[in-house]
């Protein structure tokens, strides 16, 4: 049976999903500072609404999406034009995981409960969804098809900025999505609402690719992913799944199927 607390922490979290959305918009289609100016304010009302709530589920909830401004805020101020390639991701990521450990400390929440449990008898199973990112990677390239994100790589040393990608754009997203926010979702609105809602969330900050297949693709993988950490209780393997999208989206794909000369 339904509580009015619960349809009121429901509608709370509908709204500022839909205010997240619109920041998105503002920097995709408007004026980036727009934007900008709108996360800082719903940073700051999410951490005042997070300190207000009734409930831990609700403080949870509240709080961990706070670190969805937090990582836009991050991308959209740091002064990365210093840093070349792959290395902008490595700045903004090392930031981000920083505060998602702060997020964690202060709910009290250990990394098993966020997914970041291991279990040797699960590595076969983590190591086989963390391969799926190498067709969905070349299934963004063909929708997208971005220059490569190095300008030029020699022969052979492509593994450095692979690893550094892998790294900085798997985990700290996937700890943040299908981690702190899921788990949190889950628990204030429904295992199904929850999952839901971020899955919608995770899509409108792709908003910037102008390109609605490119959108669909991304709802559909986020519910993937967000099923997947659900089942398994870890997000590792999706982890390894996002970083490889990426490296073969913005490396691989791009040296592979259309070498540059040197």
């Known amino acids: 049976m339904r509580t009015g607390g619960a349809t009121a922490l429901e509608r ?6 839909a205010a997240l959305a619109a920041a998105e918009v503002l920097v995709a289609a408007v004026d980036p500072r727009l934007g900008a100016f709108l996360y800082a304010v719903l940073l700051v009302l999410l951490l005042r609404q997070g300190a207000r709530a009734a409930t831990v589920a609700g403080q949870r909830l509240f709080w961990s999406l706070a670190l969805v401004p937090v990582l836009r805020l991050l991308s959209l101020s740091l002064p990365l034009g210093s840093f070349s390639g792959v290395w902008r991701y490595a700045v ?7 505060g998602e450990a702060i997020a964690m400390r ?3 929440l250990r990394p098993a409960d966020v997914g970041l449990r291991w279990r040797w ?12 990112g190498v067709p969905l990677g070349l299934l963004w390239y063909a929708l997208l098809k971005p220059s490569p994100l190095v300008a030029a790589i020699p022969p052979g040393a492509i593994w450095v900025p692979a690893v ?3 790294v900085s754009t798997g985990l700290p997203e996937e700890l943040l999505f299908r981690g702190l926010l899921q788990r949190a979702s889950g628990v204030a609105i429904g295992p199904w609402l929850g999952p839901l809602l971020i899955t919608c969330l995770w899509t409108a900050l792709r908003l910037g690719s102008a390109s609605w297949p490119a959108l669909g693709l991304t709802f559909v993988t986020g519910g993937v992913f967000a099923l997947i950490a659900g089942l398994t209780g870890s997000i590792w393997g999706v982890s390894l799944a996002n970083g490889l999208t990426n490296v073969v989206l913005f490396l691989l794909a791009p040296y592979l ?5 040197f």
Request: net charge negative; proline share 8%; hydrophobic share 65%.
């Open 164 to 166: 550094v990608l892998l």
């Open 12 to 17: 709370a979290a509908l709204a500022y999903t």
């Open 106 to 108: 202060a709910q009290g």
């Open 121 to 132: 008898r699960d590595l076969p199973l983590q190591a086989f969804i963390g391969l799926l």
């Open 92 to 98: 903004v990521a090392a930031l981000l995981l920083v």
């Open 257 to 261: 199927l259309e070498p540059p000369a």
